[in-house]
């Protein structure tokens, strides 16, 4: 089992990024996905989900109208589109995939934020 993500980096407060999360070694349309972040000295927090199936997606308040989460099951990838970037979204940002009882994280991806 296998979850990646890429598209972090350095952006200006107020721009834009987009990341991906690959996934595979598993059935990824059966999984809910979701995205957390973790930035330094805080715990790790739920960003946002998108279901499997419907696509039904929730948004932590701290993102919601800025951040949206989308998924295309036929090329095993969840996305998250960043917008209007603030310096307090600066963490390392996680894939997560869960079909209870399982579930597998990746390895993150560095967002800052900062002029």
């Known amino acids: 089992v296998q979850l990646v993500e890429s598209g972090g980096g350095l952006v200006q407060p107020g721009g834009s990024l987009r990341l991906s999360c690959g996934a595979s070694?598993?059935?990824?349309?059966?999984?809910?996905m979701s995205w957390y972040r973790q930035a330094p000295g805080k715990e790790r927090e739920l960003v946002a989900t998108?279901?499997?199936?419907?696509?039904?997606?929730n948004y932590a308040d701290s993102v919601k109208g800025r951040f949206t989460i989308s998924r295309d099951d036929a090329k095993s990838t969840v996305y998250l589109q960043m917008n209007s970037l603030k310096p307090e979204d600066t963490a390392v940002y996680y894939c997560?995939?869960?079909?209870?009882?399982?579930?597998?994280w990746g390895q993150g991806t560095q967002v800052t934020v900062s002029s």
């Open positions: 997560h995939a869960r079909r209870t009882p399982l579930i597998y």
């Open positions: 070694g598993f059935t990824f349309s059966r999984y809910h």
């Open positions: 998108i279901t499997s199936g419907s696509g039904s997606t």
